[in-house]
């Protein structure tokens, strides 16, 4: 059984970069076909995808968020990483990491349904 796992702070000041990693347990960041994603669900608002690294370390954004994204990983520690820069008090959410094995369309946001396993999520505020 994959697990996943979040951490990161809590609290983040506005214009600051937002990181967070997720650490994986039970299978490989390197498996492959399967895709390594963000997603985010602001207070009161559905799940946002944010973006996803593959298996062979190919990364893909969600148009709004692109410019401000960044997705890393670091195979030794079986990890991947989330950064967001430049955010704003809209940037408050549940942070959620998830893997999708086999995704319909590679580059664009995955339904709920194809997602395989989740992160319990990581609640970030952007406050001063």
């Known amino acids: 059984q994959v697990q996943l796992q979040e951490s990161g702070p809590g609290l983040v000041k506005p214009s600051q970069t937002l990181s967070l990693t997720c650490t994986v347990s039970g299978g490989s960041i390197t498996t492959n076909y399967t895709y390594w994603s963000w997603i985010r669900q602001p207070p009161g608002k559905g799940l946002e995808w944010i973006g996803y690294?593959?298996?062979?370390?190919?990364?893909y954004y969600s148009p709004s968020l692109k410019s401000r994204t960044s997705i890393s990983r670091d195979t030794s520690k079986n990890q991947f990483t989330l950064q967001l820069s430049a955010v704003t008090p809209e940037d408050t959410a549940v942070y959620y990491c998830a893997s999708v094995l086999y995704p319909t369309r590679v580059g664009t946001p995955p339904t709920e349904r194809e997602y395989d396993f989740w992160g319990h999520g990581t609640q970030v505020t952007v406050s001063s």
């Open positions: 690294i593959g298996y062979s370390g190919s990364t």
